[in-house]
């Protein structure tokens, strides 16, 4: 079989561009519905079967938001080996993993036009508004905070300072920020705003915010050198404009982006090659697939992001996925599980990497209720409010089709709802279930290596004496 590195796409060298200058944002903007666009290529086929408004959208690879990438990295050489003397006599802020994250995020481009962490104006937007209102008045989509908690040790020691520190977990100099502001940290707001709820037990809360300083500090954001997690993951992590340049590699006229933060099962794989049949149908000539798994924080029942790289190796080594119009890449974001909030951050840093197309499926960056037996969140919310999200109207939204197993096929397809009982619904809870139990899905749910991959991670995870009880699972 080939190897994981025939697949994915390695780095190369992007030029840095400037950051833009940063522009207070006094005016928020909420915009009425916007309807979605369709882009056509010049010699359209028949349209789509889908729902989409008449075309107005480029069809060369998107333009990111604010008409240009932003780049926060230093470029090597004397500015990196100054800021790195700048950063000893700053002070200092150590930033935990997530807070590492956002740098990270922040410093490719996928905030774009976002030049670091956000200023009040920003933030009270981006809650209130799920949009930022620009200095030449346009409108891009902003739906989670970007922010950056200080205590009230951190505020006294920074005093009147205008730029400081940021360090890693080893105190090693990672940022700096500068033209710093101080704002009040309101938790509940954020909370609030955020999930749509103050339950108690929301994942990235309890990480992140619940015992955080009681101050953000935004300001604009310089980073020393790019961030590495040294995982044997970082090859894989391709910034947006790497992703833009391996597009334009491989002539694409359409790239169509899917996230996942699960191991990728054959209804997945369905819906890819449908969405990829139907672009066809459309006119394109060489739509490419983003297949981009979530590579921050996740909740502690998800499988960790080294053993869901494992599973989709397989998956394409299998043939599920045709290696030669998908580009498999990590997204270095956090996850919220904000449900139709999230949902937009997530389509809105597709645009910055290029994608004009975004599936999107049942209940989106949802999960069940942390104190009711029920979801959080309306499955149906995250398609809706894609469908008129302030600053999403360039990107065109694909809802997914409803896939099940069909028990008369013995594989993965469309749902048809005039036969029912043909068909059995498989949830990641019920996946989650058989992997551990060693436990095989019906054959044509799952490609075996993927599947294999999937119960060797249970397996590792388990305690001794419960692996002593299994039966090996067939290959």
């Known amino acids: 079989m080939a190897s994981m590195t025939a697949f994915f796409v390695a780095r190369s060298p992007i030029p840095a561009s400037n950051p833009p200058a940063h522009n207070p944002i006094y005016q928020p903007l909420l915009p009425g519905s916007l309807r979605l666009r369709r882009c056509l290529p010049p010699t359209a ?43 000893a006599r700053c002070p200092q802020i150590r930033l935990s993993r997530i807070d590492l994250e956002w740098v990270h995020v922040l410093s490719e481009g996928w905030a774009s036009p976002l030049g670091g962490f956000m200023r009040e104006a920003e933030f009270l937007q981006t809650l209130h508004f799920n949009c930022l209102r620009l200095g030449d008045g346009s409108v891009v989509n902003m739906s989670v905070p970007i922010v950056l908690a200080i205590d009230d040790a951190q505020k006294k020691a920074i005093g009147d300072r205008r730029r400081v520190a940021l360090v890693d977990a080893r105190d090693r100099p990672v940022a700096i920020l500068s033209d710093i502001e101080i704002y009040k940290h309101n938790k509940e707001e954020r909370i609030a705003r955020t999930w749509g709820t103050t339950a108690p037990g929301l994942p990235y809360v309890q990480e992140a915010i619940a015992k955080a300083g009681n ?3 935004g300001g604009d954001l310089e980073v020393i050198e790019r961030i590495k997690y040294n995982d044997g993951l970082d090859q894989y992590r391709l910034s947006p404009g790497e992703l833009r340049a391996e597009f334009a590699r491989r002539n694409a006229d359409a790239v169509f982006a899917f996230q996942l933060r699960n191991p990728v099962h054959n209804g997945h794989a369905l819906l890819m090659t449908d969405t ?27 499988v960790p992001l080294c053993w869901r790289m494992k599973q989709h190796e397989k998956v394409l080594e299998d043939g599920v996925l045709n290696p030669e119009t998908t580009v498999v890449a990590i997204f270095p974001s956090p996850m919220h599980y904000a449900g139709p909030t999230e949902v937009q951050w997530h389509a809105k840093s597709r645009i910055n990497a290029g994608a004009n197309f975004y599936i999107v499926g049942r209940d989106p960056a949802g999960m069940s209720h942390p104190v009711e037996k029920r979801d959080l969140y309306d499955a149906d919310h995250g ?34 709802p005039s036969r029912p009982d043909d068909f059995l619904f498989i949830s990641g809870t019920k996946m989650r279930t058989l992997a551990k139990n060693r436990e095989n899905p019906p054959d044509g749910f799952m490609c075996p290596g993927g599947w294999k991959v999937l119960v060797d991670y249970y397996d590792s995870v388990a305690p001794p004496e419960a692996n002593k009880l299994r039966e090996p699972v067939p290959v």
């Open 215 to 217: 101050w953000l500090i």
């Open 276 to 302: 990829r049949r139907r672009l066809l149908e459309m006119g394109y000539k060489n739509p490419v697939l983003l297949l981009h798994p979530l590579g921050g924080y996740t909740k502690a029942d998800d």
């Open 383 to 416: 398609k809706k409010v894609l469908s008129m999200a302030p600053g999403l109207q360039k990107l065109n939204i694909l809802p997914f089709k409803v896939a099940a197993y069909d028990k008369t096929q013995k594989k993965m397809a469309f749902f048809d």
């Open 45 to 87: 086929a028949a349209p789509l079967r889908a729902t989409f408004a008449p075309a107005a959208a480029s069809c060369s690879l998107i333009e990111p938001d604010g008409g240009r990438l932003v780049d926060l990295v230093a470029p090597n050489g004397p500015a990196r080996d100054t800021l790195r003397r700048e950063a």
